[in-house]
Structure formats: structure tokens, C-alpha cells
């Protein structure tokens, strides 16, 4: 979207959690958050202090934090003044520090040990120049086997893709361990309650949908596995990719353990649309593909950039940008969009 879209404004999407919902996905919620100069937005909730919350957003890398749940937010403020960062990403560990990871064609990392109020340099990632598009997450389930490990992705300019771990809160990172992704963009880490790592990735021919998962810490993977063939890519959307986001229940509920993906595509006989697919045996095997949009507008709108979470309660949260002034014919005769949030409570059914 960076090369169409003029945007001024992010919209955060606060998702109330109602313990009485018993549908499946629920009716839009479309909050602005009025921040002013950015886009592609990575959001963090502190696991010591839920009230904490920390968002990143590109261009230039600038963040903005809060104190109340997301209820206000500070101005925005420069990570690094002393270099151009882009493709930021933002998460939390267990003891309520955040780290952010970005590059400049190296992957640099951040951390705050003070709610989000301020982040200092760490390092940089070891490995080869012209690094890009880290993913970023760490291991949150106390039983895990690599509790509070952190883990970066990246891919390389050969599109050959990498991940280094660090196990001292982002002192030092491990040699970078080569995954079986090959032409691939766009990686989204999640971990598993048992501490199985788990990548998705577009390909970077034909925006198909990549999977693999390691049972090892990162040591090793296994194969990649195509678990979503995509449809064509309108033109319009040559330079939005259709990247996934992926999530794991790491909850004490019924869906515990369940892999949730989502994703952009034309497939279905529908014009770009967002769709859920969920694993329940660790990613040994996939569900049909559900569509999360809910409009009923003919013909339909555009909706793109799909992602998706799970809370300390097993709720599922997926939000996406809608075009509502978006349908054919193309190309646009307005950009304006929203953010949709969808929330559901029933393992993604």
C-alpha cells in the first residue's frame, strides 16, 4: 500500500472482549486512534501490565505508547533518529519489557524496559548485509521448554529466509539458522504453548501461502508445505502483496494449541477478500478456508492486509482494511478505507 495510499491518519482497533458472545464473528468495530504519519501498524500489550501498550508504524519507524489500555496515547515519538528504519514490528515478553526489530538493511533491535516510554539500541542481528521485513515474537507459555526466548525473521536478498533466537532479553542472538523458505516475503511468527515455532510466508512468484514450523527452538524446521494455493492479484494490488499474519491459542481453554492464518486473495469467485484457516494438530494439517469479510455490498468492496490474534482468553481477533468506495470498475476512484475488527470466540468456526 505504501505506493498509493496517502495516508495521515492510523486507526487501532480496541477490541472489547464480551464474555457473553456466543456467535461467531462479531459486527465491525472501526476506532481511530488519531495519530498522525504512519501506516502498517505493529501493536504490543505488555504481559506484566495489560495496561501498557506499545504501537510502531512505518514510515520513518515511530511509535506511540500508552499507559491505559489504549484509551490515549503519547505524540509520537522517533525510535532511532541516527538511522532510516523501515518495516518495524513491535512485541512484548513476560516480564514487561517491549523490543522492536526494523532494518536499514540490517536488522536492528530495540528494547524498553520501561513500559514502552523509551526504547535504547541493543544490536544488530548477526548475519549478512541487505537484510529485510523481520517478523518478530517471543515464547509466552511458562511450560514451554524456550520460555520468554525471543526470535527474529528475516529474508535475505536472495529471498532465502533466516531466524536467529535470543535467550538473555536481547543481549546477544544466536548464528541466523536457515529455514526451508526459498522466494519467499513477508514472514509472521507465532509460537505454540508447547514452544513450536511457527512461519508463514507469501511466495515470491505467485503470493501463495507457505508454512513451515520448528519443534526445536529454531534449530531446526520441517519442510515447507503450500497450505493456500492464492488466486491472481488484481493490478491494483501489484504492490500490496497479499502477506499473511498467523497466531497461536496459547490459552488455558478449549481451543488451546489451535494455529489460526489469514490472508488476502481473489479465490472463491470473489473479488479480493480475507480469509481464516486454523490447524488443530500443530500444523500437521489445515481447515477450509472461512471468509471473515461481512459485507454484502454487490458488487463487493476491496478488503486487504488481514491479521489476526489471540488474548489470555482464547478470543480470536482478525482486523483488515475495507475499500468501501473501492468496487469495480478499477482502479480506485477513491482510497479512502477503514479498519475492521472481527472477534470471535469459537476457535475460528
Known amino acids: 500500500m505504501k505506493n498509493f495510499l496517502s495516508m495521515k491518519t492510523i486507526y487501532l482497533c480496541l477490541i472489547l472482549l464480551n464474555l457473553n458472545t ?45 499507559t491505559n489500555g489504549g484509551l490515549t496515547w503519547s505524540i509520537p515519538l522517533q525510535l532511532d533518529s541516527t538511522r532510516t528504519l523501515i518495516n518495524p514490528i513491535v512485541c512484548a515478553d513476560n516480564l514487561g519489557n517491549f523490543y522492536i526489530a526494523a532494518d536499514d538493511s540490517l536488522i536492528q533491535i530495540y528494547k524498553s524496559t520501561d513500559g ?9 542481528l548477526p548475519g549478512p548485509n541487505a537484510r529485510r521485513r ?26 532465502s529466509h533466516h531466524i536467529s533466537r535470543s ?18 516475503y513477508g514472514p509472521s511468527m507465532a509460537i505454540s504453548p508447547n514452544g513450536q515455532i511457527n512461519l508463514a510466508v507469501m511466495s515470491g512468484f505467485n503470493d501463495n501461502q507457505y508454512y513451515t514450523r520448528s519443534t526445536d527452538g529454531g534449530a531446526t524446521f520441517l519442510p515447507d508445505t503450500l497450505i493456500f494455493p492464492v ?30 492464518y489469514v490472508l488476502a486473495d481473489m479465490g472463491m469467485g470473489r473479488m479480493d477478500d480475507c ?19 461481512n459485507d454484502t455490498i454487490n458488487p463487493q468492496p476491496l478488503h486487504h ?32 478505507f477503514e479498519t475492521v475488527a472481527l472477534l470471535t470466540n469459537e476457535g475460528g468456526h
Open 22 to 66: 456466543k456467535s461467531g464473528f462479531s459486527q465491525p468495530i472501526n476506532i481511530p486512534l488519531n495519530t498522525t504519519g504512519g501506516y502498517e501498524a505493529s501493536v504490543a500489550i505488555s504481559h506484566a501490565n495489560p495496561n501498557k501498550v506499545v504501537i510502531v508504524f512505518f514510515p520513518l519507524s515511530k511509535y506511540c505508547f500508552s
Open 116 to 124: 514502552g516510554k523509551s526504547f535504547s539500541h541493543r544490536g544488530t
Open 134 to 159: 523481520p517478523g518478530m515474537s517471543c515464547d509466552l507459555t511458562p511450560s514451554s521448554p524456550f520460555y520468554n526466548t525471543l526470535y527474529v525473521t528475516w529474508n535475505n536478498p536472495n529471498n
Open 167 to 184: 535467550t538473555d532479553g536481547g543481549v546477544t542472538w544466536s548464528s541466523p539458522v536457515s529455514t526451508p523458505l526459498t522466494d519467499t
Open 231 to 260: 488466486g491472481a492479484v488484481p493490478i491494483v494490488w501489484q504492490n500490496a502483496a497479499t502477506f499473511p499474519s498467523i497466531a497461536c491459542d496459547i490459552s488455558i481453554g478449549p481451543n488451546r494449541g489451535n494455529i489460526y
Open 275 to 293: 480469509f481464516l484457516i486454523r490447524s488443530t494438530n500443530n500444523g500437521i494439517s489445515w481447515s477450509v478456508p472461512v471468509r471473515v469479510t
Open 305 to 336: 492486509k488481514p491479521w489476526v490474534a489471540v488474548n489470555s482468553n482464547g478470543y480470536v481477533a482478525i482486523y483488515y482494511y475495507n475499500f468501501p468506495n473501492s468496487a469495480p470498475p478499477r482502479p480506485f476512484a477513491n482510497r479512502e
